[in-house]
């Protein structure tokens, strides 16, 4: 994750964050359109994530969730004011999975990043604040004016079954040597269908090692007895819409 050390005015941000900037250095580690993203570097080192009013709340919900079952960092504030929404998260040691320590070993960072995702869908669904994440994406789509039709000949019907991340890619996942730390930007997760984050767990070795040479190896990691390629193909044309 790239950083770079920024002159901030923490009068910016609501009253509750303040404190938690002072004497800090604030680097600029955005990678996103939607949002604006903080390393606070201070006595106690954090992620501050700025983005519209309302758009944040997902985020925090989700991270308080998976945070009680230890998969995502700590959620320290989340506060929403006429300007926009402030979310303060701990920062967890590690990297996220483009770094080159990661991709540098190709075939060990696929097969992590498939028992991660196991990891993942095997979490308890009780509690989880969003338990209809798979019909929530299709209405979505109904309110764009966008028309979903499967594959031709695909017959499956998709499932609401699992805790899934919603954006499984390589920077929403934090490793020390590939040793696992945390999820991370987990806005769009809920209970869903397991074939999302698989679509896009095959998506991003793709694009971020440029070659689909290790799609088998994550798939193998993850469990090839719960993926339906019908699911997959399913998922495949939804992302593509």
Same mark, same amino acid.
């Given at each position: 994750m790239?950083?770079?050390?920024?002159?901030?005015d923490?009068?910016t941000?609501?009253l509750s964050?303040?404190?938690?900037?002072?004497?800090a250095a604030i680097?600029d580690?955005?990678?996103?359109?939607?949002? +604006?993203?903080l390393?606070v =570097?201070?006595t106690d080192k954090a992620?501050?994530?700025?983005? /519209?009013?309302?758009?944040?709340? !997902?985020e925090?919900?989700?991270?308080?969730?998976l945070?009680g079952?230890?998969?995502?960092?700590k959620a320290?504030?989340?506060?929403?004011?006429?300007?926009?929404?402030y979310l303060?998260?701990?920062?967890?040691?590690?990297?996220?999975g483009?770094?080159?320590?990661?991709?540098?070993?190709p075939?060990?960072?696929?097969?992590?990043?498939g028992?991660?995702?196991r990891?993942?869908?095997?979490?308890?669904v009780d509690?989880?604040?969003?338990?209809n994440r798979t019909?929530?994406?299709l209405?979505?789509l109904?309110?764009?004016g966008?028309s979903?039709?499967?594959?031709p000949?695909n +017959?499956y019907v998709?499932? =609401?079954?699992v805790?899934?991340?919603?954006?499984y890619c390589? /920077?929403n996942?934090?490793?020390d !040597?590939?040793?696992f730390?945390?999820?991370i930007?987990v806005g769009?997760?809920g209970?869903?269908?397991?074939?999302y984050?698989?679509?896009?767990?095959?998506?991003?070795?793709g694009?971020?090692?440029?070659?689909d040479?290790?799609?088998d190896?994550?798939?193998?990691a993850?469990?090839r007895?719960?993926?339906?390629?019908?699911?997959?193909?399913?998922f495949?044309?939804?992302?593509?819409l």
């Amino acid at each position: 994750m790239d950083k770079t050390l920024i002159s901030f005015d923490s009068a910016t941000v609501p009253l509750s964050i303040r404190p938690l900037l002072e004497h800090a250095a604030i680097y600029d580690s955005s990678c996103s359109e939607n949002a +604006r993203t903080l390393f606070v =570097d201070g006595t106690d080192k954090a992620f501050l994530k700025i983005a /519209p009013k309302g758009s944040l709340e !997902r985020e925090y919900r989700m991270s308080l969730f998976l945070c009680g079952h230890g998969v995502a960092p700590k959620a320290i504030v989340y506060e929403s004011d006429s300007d926009g929404d402030y979310l303060l998260t701990e920062a967890v040691a590690g990297e996220d999975g483009t770094a080159e320590m990661h991709q540098e070993q190709p075939e060990r960072l696929a097969a992590v990043f498939g028992e991660y995702l196991r990891m993942l869908h095997a979490l308890p669904v009780d509690g989880c604040p969003y338990p209809n994440r798979t019909a929530e994406m299709l209405e979505e789509l109904r309110v764009q004016g966008t028309s979903f039709v499967p594959p031709p000949g695909n +017959r499956y019907v998709p499932q =609401d079954r699992v805790v899934i991340h919603g954006d499984y890619c390589l /920077p929403n996942i934090v490793m020390d !040597r590939f040793a696992f730390k945390g999820f991370i930007d987990v806005g769009q997760g809920g209970i869903g269908d397991r074939h999302y984050d698989l679509y896009w767990g095959i998506w991003t070795l793709g694009f971020n090692l440029q070659t689909d040479r290790y799609r088998d190896l994550f798939l193998d990691a993850y469990g090839r007895q719960d993926v339906d390629p019908e699911g997959l193909a399913y998922f495949t044309r939804l992302n593509s819409l």
